[in-house]
């Protein structure tokens, strides 16, 4: 099927996206929507035939078979024996008789969380009232930090109760070495976020953080400003936090699809726990429409029959987003781990190379800054890199002007992209414009377009539109797993550099190195250490 969709976009080729994009109702015909989302789709260099094809595709694929496996509670995460349900967390969408043993347990976690953020929005520790939090240190990495870092960007408040929230993923200690001399330990909690709690980078930070309230607290005081949320619970509990601290997170909800769970405490603290409740239920609204809506009006399956159109018809590597608003500027690192840890897989769920490309490589920052930096490759370099444009209608400041310049950037950009400027237009005015060099500098500063965008406009960043939103690439990125073939829910590429870390670590104390062509690097390091 991919070889028809490839010969019929040789017969696209010949009609340039900036023609496609002057027909009329094209707008109407390639955009979509759901609540406050609009996706408009019509720069992707697709007609009516294509699409056509493309649901074709899908439907041979299997889609809408996968579609009701996943919601079926099936164990699509094959080599993990299990299913992926983060959507239960966030809405009624799985039915009962399909839930999990530990359904229950999980959205009780969720409860017991929200109880917790709302008492540390209010500025006080939830186990002692009387006692004043000003600061959280959310300790955790990959699926176990940036969710919430995005969510605690993009709709945390600002109020004199409401507690400062500081990350700390990587094991270097330098931003924790920066941070905690700024901190008082009896206004200070800790969460430990972390599903395995093996995590070597998290473990070791919580000992620190520990072990600096020890300085100044008492045992009990200490406990109190310990919290962890894990599905290794007992590994909590021995590593010293109390029970009542511990909160769940199941084994059907994988890091990188957490940030719905208690993971998200630090972030909820400073939305409030009916904002966080909103962002649920916006999610919820998008898996109803993905579960339910015919695949041509589907937002996730066209973004993703999007994606495979780019990836493996027009044989697209990479995929860059941006969004235009300072608020969503960690969705880029969050998508990052999302489709790349998801869609990275070379063997299809039987074992077989897949026959096809699969994930992007996929990057992105904020808007207008992107402009001034990465951009004049998108415009004028020699790969095609389709993108996302993020915008949001209705700003949560009153500076019109700088709003509309914002959104007149992002559609710009779009539109460069899109239709680019002939030589004999770019000639035109650099003549009108008395250039003087005109025929030497017609070639650099001609733009061939026919490069491709989504544009996904909210109407406001809401909670809930933002639930809308994440959810959306979420099954996006499940669609292009079925397309492909391949599990978006397991990780196994990560555990070979895990594993051989310890024996390198071994080399670097001057023991033997267990790891091939290292031995000249170690010394280097060893003589300067
Ligand atoms: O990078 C691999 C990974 O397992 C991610 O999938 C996960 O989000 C992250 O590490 C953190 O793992 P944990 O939550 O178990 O500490």
């Known amino acids: ?309 780019h990836r493996n018809v027009c044989g697209f590597c990479s995929w860059g987003v941006f969004p235009y608003d300072q608020r969503l500027k960690l969705l880029p690192s969050h998508l990052q781990q999302v489709i790349m840890e998801s869609n990275g897989k070379s063997v299809t769920v039987t074992g077989e190379p897949c026959p096809e490309a699969t994930s992007p490589v996929v990057f992105g920052e904020s808007g207008t800054e992107a402009q001034h930096s990465v951009f004049q490759a998108l415009h004028q370099g020699t790969d095609i890199v389709p993108v996302n444009f993020v915008g949001v209608v209705r700003p949560a400041h009153n500076d019109s002007e700088a709003h509309q310049e914002l959104l007149a950037n992002m559609l710009a950009q779009a539109t460069a992209l899109a239709c680019g400027r002939t030589s004999e237009a770019t000639l035109a005015q650099m003549s009108e414009a008395g250039v003087s060099d005109a025929g030497m500098l017609l070639p650099h500063r001609t733009f061939t377009g026919n490069r491709p965008s989504e544009i996904l406009m909210l109407d406001e960043l809401t909670p809930a539109n933002l639930g809308r939103l994440l959810a959306l690439y979420e099954h996006k990125v499940f669609v292009e797993s079925v397309l492909w073939s391949i599990n978006a829910f397991d990780q196994w590429g990560v555990e070979l550099g895990k594993q051989l870390a310890p024996g390198v670590q071994r080399g670097l104390a001057g023991g033997d190195a267990d790891a091939p062509g290292l031995a000249g690097l170690l010394g280097y390091i060893r003589d300067r250490s």
Request: with cysteine; glycine share 8%; charged share 20%.
């Open 1 to 309: 099927m991919f070889d028809v969709l490839r010969k019929y976009n040789k017969t696209l080729m010949s009609e340039p996206l900036v023609d496609l994009l002057a027909q009329p109702g094209r707008f109407e015909r390639f955009s979509a929507s759901l609540g406050g989302v609009l996706l408009d789709y019509s720069r992707v260099h697709i007609d009516d035939t294509a699409f056509g094809q493309l649901l074709e595709l899908a439907s041979e694929a299997g889609l809408e078979e996968a579609r009701g496996q996943l919601f079926g509670g099936e164990a699509v995460n094959l080599t993990e024996h299990r299913p992926a349900l983060h959507m239960l967390l966030r809405g009624d969408c799985i039915p009962l008789e399909q839930r999990p043993a530990d359904a229950q347990q999980a959205l009780d976690a969720v409860d017991f969380m929200l109880e917790f953020a709302d008492r540390l929005h209010r500025g006080r520790l939830p186990s002692q009232p009387e006692a004043r939090i000003t600061d959280i240190v959310h300790i955790g990495i990959g699926g176990s930090l940036l969710g919430t870092r995005l969510l605690h960007e993009a709709l945390g408040q600002a109020g004199s109760e409401v507690p400062n929230v500081h990350f700390l993923g990587s094991v270097d200690a330098h931003g924790r070495e920066a941070l905690l001399p700024r901190l008082n330990a009896a206004n200070t909690i800790m969460v430990a976020a972390s599903k395995s709690f093996t995590t070597g980078d998290t473990l070791l930070h919580a000992r620190r953080v520990r072990q600096w309230m020890e300085k100044t607290l008492d045992a009990e005081a200490v406990r109190k400003r310990q919290f962890a949320v894990t599905g290794a619970l007992e590994k909590a509990m021995d590593f010293g936090v109390p029970e009542q601290q511990v909160l769940y997170l199941p084994d059907w909800v994988g890091g990188r699809y957490s940030l719905w769970s208690p993971v998200s405490l630090s972030a909820a603290a400073t939305m409030g726990a009916t904002a966080f409740r909103e962002l649920l239920a916006g999610a919820a609204d998008m898996d109803r429409h993905f579960r339910d809506a015919q695949p041509a009006d589907n937002l996730p399956v066209i973004m993703g029959l999007n994606g495979a159109w």
